[in-house]
């Protein structure tokens, strides 16, 4: 490898050395076309054209309001497929077509990656496969659905927990068999060098995009920006923008679940500790053996028990500061924001939102310049929140 | 220190014994608990009394993602029956009581991290273990396991793969001690139907560049398997999902498991003579 991937001691390449050969090609593909004048002229060209880059920095009259400080909303919500997870899948997609790979797989937890992966299947016409536990297929029908439309096959995964993680072990399973034709499309921050890197310099559009947005707006920076964090990415993709803005605090939100004191949560970096899994070394939900833990969240996409390495720097530096939301929460997060701005928002995305209101309550806070990432929309989620609260739709 | 590990046998012992008789290695693969501690413990009898010239151990871990369903089902079943790391060495201690032969550890890396890696080689070189192999830790990043090794006086053990470059498999050979795990095939593992050439490609290619032993394993799943890669020119051969498999198809009748272990041991050992 070029470099060895560490963020601080986080990070790394804990693989099986047969994925090592297939690592090194990615890398030096990404090295190589990440600053290729070509390559970045057709990916703009697709995420404005296909995806709908830029995404608007809209000012939250209402809710700045109600909140007593002056909020704005990142709209990745806005992008096609419904949230961020297209700008990772765009940039990796083209990518892969660049290197002459024939065939894509994906893990996915509710779907939104696995859709965002299948669409640009359809795109560049590579034969796309995604690996989704079985539990996620019974709960996300209508998802599954989705990436079938697009041509995507979707591939139950019956082993473990039957989750997210269980469907990232089996892609990887896939790709150790297949890995000279196929590329492994990682839909986060997370997994064993370049991916967290990769994934975030194609998600860091969404904060170069609003660091100048708000300059345009404003005239100033924001004094903080709030992102949810499953496995780091379209917070990474914000923070990215802001990182050398030391005055800047950079809020990243977990997914608390049933609350960060029961074992019911997805709250990695708040409540986990150090550990190797899916090939990098970070934050991890797991027992004093280091057997890996199930997360809970009523979020899918923060249902994960591990966490970007990058983000366990930033926690360790203290560059970010990272709490957790209980779903309880979350679903007053999703019901503010659709009250008073007729936006709704994803599950994933409604944590920063319940997040900002406790941030705006605190006395210190009062006035302040707050952008939350909205990295999602809530659609995929009309079911999950309906039986929530008692409705029947 | 282990009270018998001044006679425990070397890997080196091991393969120069063999080697001289015209033999490889046969050395089968069980998970320590699976299907439970004491069954476990009387299928390495089994693997013992018919010709294992060395033992491969797993340690069970919620996540192995270099293994295919056999193993996976083995690991689920031996966390259920209650093992933890502590346990899995206690396992070793036992065997350790009735053989001396070489005992290599199949782990992920999570598991010795945890514990801490100094923990982990201390406990593991006591306990009686002769090699750990973590399949998820590459050179890049065995640094302090490799000190630890070598601290403990346990050899640390790496794979090589089809996908591997003729530099990398020198620095891995240098690197490694014990033997050399040689991939037989692009994937992970579980019973396959036959050897592929390229698996005896790959045994010329690291057997050219390394004097140290290598033993082939993954798809290693019939006397025929055996006989192929001890002919290729491998030094052993490393059976684990084929017998894991007669333990999934008699949970419920440990007898017949252990006679049908038995008997395919004989047989896979037999294979080795050339
Ligand atoms: C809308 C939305 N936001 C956030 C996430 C969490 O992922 P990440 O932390 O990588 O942004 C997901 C994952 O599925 C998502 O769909």
């Keep these: 490898m070029l470099e060895d991937g560490k963020f ?16 090194e090609e990615l890398e030096e593909a990404f ?5 290729d004048p070509e390559f970045n002229e057709e990916l703009k060209f697709y995420l404005k054209e296909f995806a709908g880059r830029p995404t608007n920095l809209y000012f939250a009259e209402n809710l700045s309001k109600k909140l007593g400080c002056r909020v704005y909303l990142k709209r990745e919500d806005m992008l096609h497929t419904g949230a961020h997870k297209i700008n990772n899948t765009l940039g990796q997609g083209l990518l892969a077509k660049y290197m002459g790979k024939t065939r ?7 779907g939104q990656h696995g859709i965002a992966t299948a669409v640009i299947g359809a795109l560049f016409s590579l034969p796309t496969e995604v690996y989704m536990g079985s539990e996620d297929v019974e709960r996300q029908k209508m998802n599954v659905f989705r990436m079938e439309l697009s041509g995507g096959k979707v591939i139950p995964v019956e082993t473990g927990s039957k989750t997210l993680k269980d469907a990232v072990n089996e892609a990887f399973r896939d790709w150790i068999t297949n890995v000279e034709d196929t590329h492994y499309l990682i839909g986060s921050t997370m997994g064993p060098h370049p991916y967290p890197t990769m994934v975030k310099h194609f ?15 404003e005239g100033k920076l924001p004094d903080a920006v709030i992102a949810c964090v499953g496995g780091g990415s379209n917070a990474m993709g914000i923070f990215a923008g802001f990182m050398n803005d030391d005055k800047v605090e950079l809020i990243g939100v977990e997914g608390g679940g049933d609350g960060t004191e029961t074992p019911r949560t997805g709250a990695t970096l708040c409540k986990g500790t150090e550990g190797i899994l899916h090939g990098s070394l970070s934050f991890v939900l797991q027992n004093q053996d280091g057997q890996i833990s199930e997360a809970h969240s009523v979020s899918a996409g923060l249902d994960y028990p591990g966490v970007g390495p990058e983000h366990a720097h930033l926690k360790v530096t203290g560059r970010a500061n990272y709490v957790a939301v209980t779903n309880k929460e979350a679903l007053r997060g999703f019901e503010l924001l659709s009250k008073y701005e007729g936006i709704i928002p994803a599950l994933e995305s409604s944590h920063a939102v319940a997040y900002a209101e406790k941030y705006a309550s605190m006395e210190e806070n009062k006035g302040k310049t707050i952008i939350i990432n909205l990295s999602g929309r809530g659609d995929k989620d009309m079911f999950i929140v309906a039986k929530e609260m008692g409705v029947e739709v | 220190m282990n009270p018998n590990s001044k006679k425990t046998m070397t890997y080196n012992q091991v393969f120069e014994e063999l080697k001289n008789k015209n033999e490889g290695a046969f050395i089968p693969f069980v998970v320590a608990g699976d299907p439970d501690f004491e069954t476990s413990i009387e299928i390495v009898k089994k693997f013992v009394e018919n010709g294992a010239d060395a033992l491969e151990i797993g340690f069970p871990f919620s996540d192995p993602v270099a293994d295919g369903p056999s193993v996976q089902t083995a690991d689920i079943r031996a966390l259920g029956s209650g093992m933890t790391t502590e346990k899995c060495f206690q396992f070793i201690e036992r065997i350790r009581e009735f053989t001396q032969i070489p005992i290599g550890l199949l ?9 801490g890696i100094e923990t982990f080689y201390k406990r593991a070189s006591e306990a009686g273990v002769t090699g750990i192999l973590a399949a998820d830790l590459p050179p890049e990043e065995a640094g302090s396991a490799v000190e630890m090794a070598d601290k403990y006086g346990v050899n640390q053990i790496f794979m090589v793969a089809q996908t591997t470059r003729n530099e990398r498999i020198d620095e891995i050979a240098k690197l490694g001690s014990g033997f050399l795990y040689v991939v037989a095939v692009m994937g992970v593992t579980g019973a396959r139907s036959d050897i592929q050439t390229s698996t005896v490609d790959l045994i010329t290619r690291v057997k050219d560049r390394t004097d140290l032993p290598i033993a082939v394993g993954f798809g290693i799943s019939k006397p025929e398997h055996v006989r192929d890669v001890i002919k290729s020119g491998s030094n052993g051969a490393i059976v ?16 017949k498991a252990l006679e049908e272990i038995g008997n395919f041991c004989s047989e896979l050992k037999q294979s080795t003579k050339i």
């Design chain 1, 203 to 217: 998600q860091s559009v969404i904060g170069e995009e609003a660091r100048r947005q708000i300059m345009e707006k």
């Design chain 2, 240 to 255: 684990a999902s084929a017998i894991i498999n007669i333990i999934t198809d008699n949970l419920d009748n440990k007898d």
């Design chain 2, 107 to 115: 782990v992920y890396y999570n598991l010795i991290y945890k514990k």
């Design chain 1, 8 to 23: 601080g001691k986080y990070g790394g390449i804990f693989v099986p050395e047969l994925i090592i050969p297939a690592l």
């Design chain 1, 31 to 35: 090295y190589k076309y990440k600053d």
């Design chain 1, 104 to 110: 894509l797989i994906a893990e996915t937890g509710a």
